[in-house]
C-alpha cells in the first residue's frame, strides 16, 4: 500500500456552474445507444490528443446522477477520454448493470477504461471488475465500501444495515409519496448546512442542482433505491484474487472525515485492494469530491500520470 496526498484546496464557489455546463454539454452531448437491446444514454468524449492514454468512466454514487461529476468535466476532457451516465432504469439490477455497461465500452471501443466508483459506484466498479477483467484497466474507488468477505463484524454489521430489504421497501415508499418538486429545495438545505461560512459555494450548489432538476423524479429514486439495496446480493461475494489483475493501478481515496462507513469498512477496501495508493487526508467528508475538489483532481492525475499510460 502506497501513501499519497493531496495538493491545496479550492473552494468550489469558484466554479461557473452554468459555463461548466454549457462546455460539458458541448464536448460531450448526451448520445443513446441500444445495449442489450435496451436504451442506454450517457456522455462520451474521446481525447484526440489526451496527456494520458486512458478512459475515465464514471460511475456515480447513490444519486445515480452522472451529471454530479459535470464540474470536473473541463479538467477531465483536457487530460483523458471521458464516459459518463445516470444508471439506465431498464437494468434492474447490479449484475445486468454491469453486464451493460461492459458492452457499452465494448461498443465505444474505449481504450484503457479506469472506472472511477464514488460511494455505491465504488461498489458496483468492483462488480464490473469481477465479471469483466478484459475491460477494466484500472479502479479509483472513493469514498466506497468492500465487496470482498474480508469485513470484521462492525464493518459488516454497517453494510447489512444500509442495505437492507425492510429499509429498502420504506425508502421506496417514502419516495412515491414525496412531492419530487420539494426535493431541490431540500438538498439545497442540506448543502447550506455544510457550506454555512460559504456563502459562494452555496451559490454554487444552488445552480448545479438546478441543472440536475430534470433528473430528479420519483422513478430514477425509486430505481437507485432498488440498486443499492441489491448490493446486499454481492456482499463478501468477492476474493482477493478477483482484483490481483489490478496490481499497481487501483488508488483508494477514503477521507478520514467520511463518517458515511466505519473504519473496518474502509480498512476492509484497503486490503481487498492488491497493493493500492490510498489518500487518506482530503477533506470534506462524503462529498469531499465537491468539497475538496482541487485536492481530489490533483490527486487522481498524479495517480493517472503515473500508470505509465
Known amino acids: 500500500?502506497?501513501?499519497?496526498?493531496?495538493?491545496?484546496?479550492?473552494?468550489f464557489g469558484s466554479i461557473d456552474v452554468k459555463k461548466e455546463f454549457e462546455f460539458y454539454d458541448r464536448v460531450a452531448p448526451r448520445q443513446t445507444t441500444k445495449v442489450m437491446g435496451k436504451?442506454?444514454?450517457?456522455?462520451?468524449?474521446?481525447?484526440?490528443?489526451?496527456k494520458v492514454n486512458a478512459?475515465?468512466?464514471?460511475?456515480?454514487?447513490?444519486?445515480?446522477?452522472?451529471?454530479?461529476?459535470?464540474?470536473?468535466?473541463?479538467?477531465?476532457?483536457?487530460r483523458y477520454s471521458m464516459i459518463n451516465f445516470n444508471y439506465p432504469e431498464s437494468f434492474k439490477d447490479n449484475v445486468s448493470m454491469s453486464d451493460a455497461i461492459a458492452e457499452l465500452i465494448t461498443i465505444l471501443k474505449a481504450e484503457n477504461v479506469y472506472l472511477w466508483g464514488q460511494s455505491y459506484g465504488g461498489a458496483l466498479a468492483q462488480i464490473i471488475a469481477k465479471r469483466?477483467?478484459?475491460?477494466?484497466?484500472?479502479?479509483?474507488?472513493?469514498?466506497?465500501a468492500s465487496m470482498v468477505?474480508?469485513?470484521?463484524?462492525?464493518?459488516?454489521?454497517?453494510?447489512?444495515?444500509?442495505?437492507?430489504?425492510?429499509?429498502?421497501?420504506?425508502?421506496?415508499?417514502?419516495?412515491?409519496?414525496?412531492?419530487?418538486?420539494?426535493?431541490?429545495?431540500?438538498?439545497?438545505?442540506?448543502?447550506?448546512l455544510k457550506m454555512k461560512d460559504n456563502p459562494d459555494g452555496q451559490a454554487a450548489v444552488k445552480a448545479f442542482i438546478n441543472y440536475l432538476k430534470p433528473d430528479l423524479t420519483k422513478e430514477y429514486f425509486c430505481h437507485m433505491t432498488h440498486l443499492l439495496g441489491d448490493l446486499r446480493n454481492h456482499?463478501?461475494?468477492?476474493?482477493?484474487?478477483?482484483?490481483?489483475?489490478l496490481r499497481g493501478h487501483v488508488l483508494i481515496i477514503e477521507p478520514e472525515d467520511d463518517d458515511t462507513f466505519t473504519k473496518d469498512v474502509k480498512d476492509a477496501l484497503i486490503d481487498a485492494m492488491p497493493d493500492p495508493e490510498v489518500v487518506r487526508d482530503i477533506t470534506?467528508?462524503?462529498?469531499a469530491m465537491m468539497f475538496d475538489m482541487d485536492n481530489f483532481m490533483k490527486t487522481i492525475n498524479d495517480f493517472m500520470d503515473g500508470q505509465g499510460l
Open 1 to 11: 500500500m502506497k501513501e499519497c496526498h493531496g495538493g491545496e484546496s479550492m473552494d
Open 39 to 50: 436504451d442506454f444514454t450517457y456522455r462520451y468524449y474521446r481525447n484526440p490528443n489526451p
Open 55 to 78: 478512459t475515465i468512466l464514471m460511475l456515480a454514487g447513490g444519486s445515480g446522477l452522472g451529471d454530479a461529476f459535470a464540474g470536473m468535466g473541463r479538467a477531465f476532457t483536457d
Open 132 to 144: 469483466h477483467p478484459e475491460q477494466v484497466s484500472g479502479l479509483i474507488l472513493t469514498s466506497t
Open 149 to 192: 468477505g474480508n469485513l470484521k463484524y462492525d464493518g459488516m454489521k454497517c453494510l447489512v444495515e444500509m442495505f437492507d430489504q425492510e429499509k429498502e421497501e420504506k425508502n421506496i415508499k417514502k419516495y412515491k409519496k414525496l412531492p419530487m418538486s420539494i426535493l431541490p429545495g431540500l438538498l439545497n438545505m442540506a448543502f447550506k
Open 235 to 245: 456482499l463478501g461475494t468477492h476474493t482477493k484474487d478477483d482484483f490481483e489483475f
Open 284 to 287: 470534506g467528508g462524503h462529498l
